[in-house]
Structures are given as C-alpha cells and as structure tokens.
C-alpha cells in the first residue's frame, strides 16, 4: 500500500528553527508538495520538490532525496503565526495526490 | 469573491436529512475534488471532476453523490448520513494540462456535525 509518515505534533520556541520531517512508500514519484493549514482555514500550497535537493523560499526550505524516500520542511526564524499544520503529500505514478496525516506544529513564545 | 469559496462553513443535519454543500471556485481552474478531513487522518480524496469527466474513490458510500454543472461550481448532496461522516469538507480546484500538476487551491471547508 501507500503510506505517507510524519510527526503528529512537535514543539518550537519563538525564533528558533524547526525541521518537520516526511517519509513516503509510494507507487512511482512524480513530485512532493507541502501545505500549511491554520486551524478552520484552507490548507495552501509552500512548496514543491521533484528533483533532490534543497528548495528555498524566504524563511522556509524544503528537501527531497528520492533514494530515500525523504523530505523534510525547515522553518527558520519561527513566528508565532507558523502555529499550523503542515501536509506532505506526493504526486505517485498515477498523478494521484497521496496525503499524509499531517503536523501540528505549536511555536511557544 | 476571489479563490475558493464554500458555503455554509457550518452545518448540523440528522441522519435522515438531505442537504448539499457548495463549492464555487474564481480561479478559472478546470480541475475540481472533494476531499474529507477527519481529525488526525490524511486528507481523503472523494471526488474530481477533470475536464468535466468525473473520477471517485471507490471507497466513498453512495450517500454522498457530487455534481459539476460548470467548470467553476461543484456540490455535494448529502442524504441518510452517519454520525462518522462528521468532518471537515473541503473543495479544492487546480489547473491541469495532460498530468495532474499537484497544486490545488483549497477552500475554508465545511464543518459537518451530523446526529
């Protein structure tokens, strides 16, 4: 089967940084995505990755190694607005959107 | 009105009521889902509509049936539910060429409480 792994929740302090992690099993790759929903909003698109490496943008990187079945999502400069959760999901072989349960990520002041 | 829009954001229905949810979508997109958000699972694909021929999981009970008059409205009738329908329903719209591209653009959902 499909199976997409993440921390459930993590913990963060004001101006720190945070790296959500994302593992995948998956039938054929065709790109990974990151969402950031707030709590009762829309989740919204952060990034993409299809190729390996490092993907920056402003206070948010996010990673690929497809050998390894690998991403992870780095906030630096936490602000309490970064209170979310945060979705992986990957594109598989059939273009179908495959989701993982999501982080919830608390930023403590 | 800009992006996705949903109504209502809120919506409490006995097991023996029919009732719809709204979706219209501003973005001239031509791809529309619905999707099931349930507390602590994955976001649960139910429906998409993709240059008006419609695809759904297999998994999702026919009391739930969807219709896509155009390519910016989508609804989903809602008859005979079960409190484990209770959830977070989200419509999402992109625009695809030949392969789905992956980035949707979701709307704020509706909350449904069903006893």
């Known amino acids: 089967g499909q199976n997409i792994d993440q921390p459930t929740e993590m913990t963060a302090t004001e101006g720190a940084i945070v790296q959500i992690n994302c593992t995948y099993q998956?039938?054929?790759?065709?790109?990974l995505f990151w969402y950031q929903q707030h709590a009762g909003e829309a989740p919204t698109f952060l990034s993409y990755n299809v190729l390996d490496g490092l993907e920056e943008k402003g206070r948010f990187s996010s990673f690929l190694s497809r050998s390894k079945g690998y991403s992870y999502l780095l906030l630096k400069e936490l602000q309490m607005k970064d209170s979310a959760s945060y979705l992986c999901?990957?594109?598989?072989?059939?273009?179908?959107?495959?989701w993982g349960a999501g982080t919830k990520l608390i930023i403590k002041p | 009105e800009t992006g996705v829009t949903q109504t209502p954001r809120h919506l409490v229905m006995g097991m023996t009521n029919k009732k719809s949810l709204k979706c219209e979508q501003h973005l001239g997109h031509n791809a529309m889902y619905w999707y099931k958000q349930s507390a602590k699972k994955p976001l649960e694909l139910m429906f998409v509509?993709?240059?008006?021929?419609?695809?759904e999981n297999n998994s999702v009970p026919s009391r739930f049936s969807p219709e896509c008059p155009n390519s910016s409205h989508l609804f989903l009738h809602l008859h005979t539910l079960q409190p484990e329908d209770s959830a977070l329903y989200l419509c999402?719209?992109?625009?695809?060429?030949?392969?789905?591209?992956?980035?949707?653009?979701f709307g704020p959902g509706t909350r449904l409480t069903v006893t």
């Open positions: 509509y993709n240059f008006k021929e419609q695809t």
């Open positions: 998956t039938s054929g790759f065709n790109g």
């Open positions: 999901a990957v594109l598989d072989s059939n273009y179908q959107l495959i």
């Open positions: 999402a719209s992109s625009q695809e060429g030949e392969r789905v591209s992956g980035e949707q653009y």
